[in-house]
């Protein structure tokens, strides 16, 4: 008997590839996480991430314009923290001279409402042992319910600069309802909440945390007792259950390719939207698959993007958004 039922007749050319296609990558898919550091004309490479640079502010304005022109929606900022302000209280988190407010107040000054500004509320670049909380009097672990009230006043100074949203990536307990309401307490109503609300205690932050200068690439920091165990998934659930609850206006999901499970099973349960972050590792990975078995690197990377779209993150924080945008463009049918 001859199959009557060919699914390959969808498949036989690419115009009826493309117009079945259920999911196309776009460059409004892309937020473009940027490393800052202090000083000017600075545009230095990130160690073990080709094409990801670190810039002082001047030249992140020069970048934000080029990636403005390409059509990417939304930028992320991380600060490379000079270690005279990384104390173990963290108070150079909150306060409006450091170098993310710096940044945000020249972006918004620049740019105005052109660009999206996503703000990390974390202690991570401000402590002297690179965890994203202040620890407890014993030194023993991050002190939860210490580390709200900093993260409470980061996300104040954040607001008062220009952030469009605040990310809470700490883990913390709770912090999403304390967030929320030292905001609305302070006429930042307006101000949005994407959550980091399914994070793992991954492998694959090293470079990012290289680049903050929070930790040594291979010097390991150990998070577990606040970011998730890899090995759980009702555990996600429920800390985007808690912090849709508590007011997170979208979630975000991290390693993503690593969670596909969690954003497929997130997007079909919750109303609000589910964002993901393809981290520093799974950037480097598919950069050194693609060098060494000598693949385009923008193919491999799409390829990883547009799975972690359909399985449904409806945005992607990715390294190599303009990269992809300038693929995107010039190759406007893949
Ligand atoms: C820290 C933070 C991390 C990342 C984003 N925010 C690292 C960590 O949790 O140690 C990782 C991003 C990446 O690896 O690209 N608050």
Known sequence: MLPIIRPRRIRKHKWIRDLVAQEQLLVQDLIYPLFITSGSNITSPINKMPGVFVYSIDKLLDEISKSINQGILAIALFPQIDNEFKTLDAHHSYSDDNLVCKAVRAIKQKFSDQVGVICDVALDPYTLHGHDGVLNTEMSDVDNDATLEILGKQALSLSRNGADFVAPSDMMDGRIRYIRSALDQNSFANIGIISYAAKYASKLYGPFRQAIGSKKIGESINKESYQMDIRNSKEALQEIELDVEESADIILIKPAIHSLDI?????????????????????????????????SFESVIIESLTCIKRSGARAIFSYAAPLVANFLKSNNRL
């Not at 520093?280 to 078995?293: A, I, P, Q, R």
């Open 263 to 295: 954003i497929a099973n997130t997007s079909s349960s919750i109303k609000i939207p589910v964002f993901a972050y393809q981290v520093s590792g799974e950037y480097v990975m598919n950069y050194l698959y693609s060098s060494s078995c000598d693949i």
